[in-house]
């Protein structure tokens, strides 16, 4: 091997070994709702995004549940994202009060967290609450008094939970169920491959959520659809969703 090529190498060895580790501090969960690249194909859906999919309700909104289950994120060469959450807001407008579960691959790892957040800020992560894949969550954002909101999140397998109240000026326009590709370093996050979730069961304002087809939503990446939902369940308050762009079934109520 020349001088000149051992260098070359050597440096891109150099490179590689002090990459970044990312910091789930500088996470944000921005909508993009919309699809910004016109020449992908979009299927199974009633709205597209290259950061999230799910279930988004419109109309007007003090009160989100939902279940879902933590995912494992796959081994991959490059640093890869996947957040699921419960939310109000961010749909139709760039507020957005929310709190999740992460599940990412980076450093040659795997790494878990729960968290909340209030856009613009980036979220917080929950150390008191440890999370693993496999773990059933569920999770709740309640409006109170005035300007007051409570969020609570729960790992039902462990039995460990955190709640927080916070302030919340949003409009309460949209409530969300999403899986997503949240923004890291100011950019979009390829999306981890998360196999196959469930969130069920969900509520709005209390009630039953009727989703709907139109109301579910998928994400592309780089012009290939990374991320699809199911039809709802027969009981209208839960999905299936899987990584790629088969549609998987849906729950069974």
Sequence with gaps: MSRRLLALVSAVAMLFSTAPVPS????????????DDPGAVVTNAGWSSSNWSGYAKTGSFSAV?????????APTKKQTF????IGIDGFNNSSLIQTGTESDYYQGSAHY?????ILPAAETVIPSLPVRPGDHMSASVTKGSGSSWTITITDDTTGGS???????????????????APTVGGRIATLANYGLTTFDPGTANGANPALTTADSGVMVQQRRQVSTPSD??????????????????PPGS
Excluded: C, K, M
């Design 162 to 180: 955190f709640t927080t109240v916070q302030t919340y000026t949003g409009p309460g326009t949209s409530a969300e169920w999403i899986e997503e």
């Design 113 to 117: 967290a729960a968290w909340w957040e």
């Design 82 to 85: 996947s957040s699921q959450w």
């Design 232 to 249: 709802p369940d027969a009981d209208t308050d839960g999905f299936n969703a899987r990584y790629g762009s088969q549609q998987p079934a």
């Design 24 to 35: 789930l501090s500088t996470v944000v969960h921005h909508p993009r709702v919309g699809n």
């Design 65 to 73: 549940t939902g279940s879902w289950t933590v995912q494992a994120a």
